[in-house]
């Protein structure tokens, strides 16, 4: 049977565990879908005992996703477990995720817990999660930082207990890839029972290491499975990224031998839904999905690919779902022609009625630029996602007034649970005067602590994709939103912030 490398995805989990990454039940499942589109072996949902918003997301995922395995993270309490496994109960195939820590600094600066106290309950959680579910994960979390005979015992003894995957984050990113190669080779050879379970390995970027330590925890240290996330979304400086490591393993086949379950050519498209979801913009010269990643501007590069491609590019850009930015629609374009491009790109809207009202929103975007881009499209339904959600408050119209030599001001319709209000101001700049018309109704007292401006397509005939990143009693959530006309995206972006803050404090609430 071929060697095969397990991909698990959790951009869902830790990657939403990114200062304003939050996102909402619909949004995470429209990304499951993708992710589920992409082929990837599991999927880790979220935290169903975080949070009842935690709860419902896995939920939804569980019952909607059929081809991966759907997994929930939960500490090592019978609590956190039975929450999980609530959650899992519509999926085809779910796993729970249960983690303790087990460096010294964890267990006794944070858990203050002693090594016997650590090593019964990661026993006792294990047994108790294999009542519930077949398929058990356990992480000693900062496991890279663990003391190796301590490991080598509790990894042992939950084994034996049944755990079916063993997961060995380096939750800093203090690794080296030779090092943690090595320590992964080391513990399989160790722990007597180590063949009874897949090994894995779950790599955090804060040396910019996380890709090639994963890749060394393969090569070296024998794991099969990498967890990572789409676009190496995650805490400080992220997670190994998917997008990569995948990119790595297929190109290079030669040297890794293994085979993936996975379907490049959804990486792009899940790419820009997440950059879109979260408002976490693609750095252009990131691997595989930046804008720059096959672009050739000198002019020996362009001419060597002209007359033989491989002289400069050791993968097909088409390969993982980049289609030369062409002009796909334009205003004559029918329903039909839509609805194919949408599935071209991927994107499954659940109903009639949500794919109708995205093909009113791109009349309406044809009315006012003549040629519809891709990107136009997946930003298009990325925001037709949020209204379906029947967020709190929602854009109706804008006017503003900006001369020079003159204040400007700004005077906005939006809705507040269905409800029409005016709010009117005046500002620094024209989005400054439309952001504070919004707050001189809502009065949220959120502060900005980042604004950003995209061009979706390149052109100044672009729509403009913000991201409003607002942080309110510990808080912190980004929203998008995109139009042609900045000072609009602005206002949307800042409304769809404003959402999240609101979801974000109601699942707090019901938690409490
Ligand atoms: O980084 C980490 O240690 C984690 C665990 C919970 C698996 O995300
Ligand atoms: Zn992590």
């Known amino acids: 049977m071929a060697d095969k490398l397990i991909i698990f995805d959790t951009t869902l989990r830790d990657g939403e565990q990114s200062p304003g990454a939050s996102m909402t039940r619909d949004e995470k499942l429209r990304i499951a879908r993708q992710l589920e589109r992409l082929r990837v072996d599991v999927i880790e949902a979220g935290f169903a005992a975080s949070s009842n918003g935690d709860f419902e997301a896995v939920k939804a995922i569980a019952n909607a996703i059929k081809d991966s395995t759907i997994c929930s993270l939960s500490r090592a309490n019978d609590r956190d477990i039975s929450r999980a496994a609530e959650a899992l109960k519509g999926a085809n195939n779910g796993r729970i995720h249960t983690f303790i820590a087990t460096s010294e600094l964890h267990m006794e600066k944070k858990l203050r817990m002693t090594p016997d106290q650590v090593f019964e309950q990661a026993k006792l959680s294990v047994r108790f999660a294999r009542n519930l579910v077949a398929d058990v994960e356990f992480s000693p979390e900062d496991g890279y930082r663990s003391d190796m005979d301590f490991l080598c015992k509790i990894l042992e003894a939950v084994i034996a207990e049944g755990a079916t995957t063993i997961n060995v984050p380096d939750t800093v990113g203090y690794a080296v890839p030779e090092l943690y190669g090595q320590f992964i080779k080391t513990l399989r050879e160790r722990i007597p029972n180590s063949d009874k379970a897949v090994w894995s390995v779950h790599c955090h970027n804060d040396l910019g290491m996380a890709v090639a330590n994963s890749l060394a ?20 400086a992220g997670n190994c990224s998917l997008e990569e490591i995948v990119m790595a393993v297929k190109t290079r086949k030669d040297y890794f031998g293994l085979e993936m379950n996975i379907d490049p050519i959804h990486i792009v498209a899940a790419s820009r839904m997440v950059s879109q979801t979260t408002g976490f913009v693609v750095q252009p010269n990131k691997a595989v999905v930046g804008a720059n990643a096959f672009a050739h501007a000198s002019g020996i590069h362009q001419d060597g690919v002209l007359k033989a491609r491989d002289t400069y590019e050791i993968m097909r850009a088409e390969d993982v779902g980049w289609s030369a930015n062409k002009i796909v629609l334009g ?17 499954l809207l659940e109903s009639e009625t949500e794919l109708n009202a995205a093909f009113t929103r791109f009349k309406e975007l044809a009315d006012r630029k003549s040629e519809i881009f891709d990107e136009d499209i997946l930003a298009l339904v990325s925001e037709e996602s949020v209204t379906q959600d029947k967020e709190q408050y929602a854009f109706v119209s804008l006017a503003q007034h900006s001369e020079t030599g003159e204040r400007p001001s700004a005077a906005i319709v939006f809705t507040v649970s269905g409800k029409e209000v005016h709010g009117k101001s005046e500002g620094n700049g024209p989005v400054d005067a439309s952001l504070k018309a919004i707050e001189s109704i809502v009065e949220s007292g959120a502060e900005m602590v980042l604004y950003s401006v995209n061009a979706i397509s390149g052109s100044t005939e672009s729509q403009g994709e913000v991201t409003v990143r607002l942080q309110n009693s510990g808080r912190v959530v980004n929203g998008v939103g995109s139009d ?16 999240k803050l609101q979801s974000k404090a109601d699942r707090v609430a019901a938690q409490g």
């Open 217 to 236: 925890g393969v090569k070296l240290g024998g794991a099969r499975q990498v967890e990572c996330t789409i676009n190496g979304l995650g805490e400080r």
């Open 331 to 347: 205003k004559l374009s029918g329903r039909n022609a839509f609805k194919q491009r949408l599935q071209e790109l991927g994107v």
């Open 484 to 499: 042609p006309d900045i000072i609009v995206a602005s206002a949307k972006a800042y409304l769809s912030a404003l959402n």
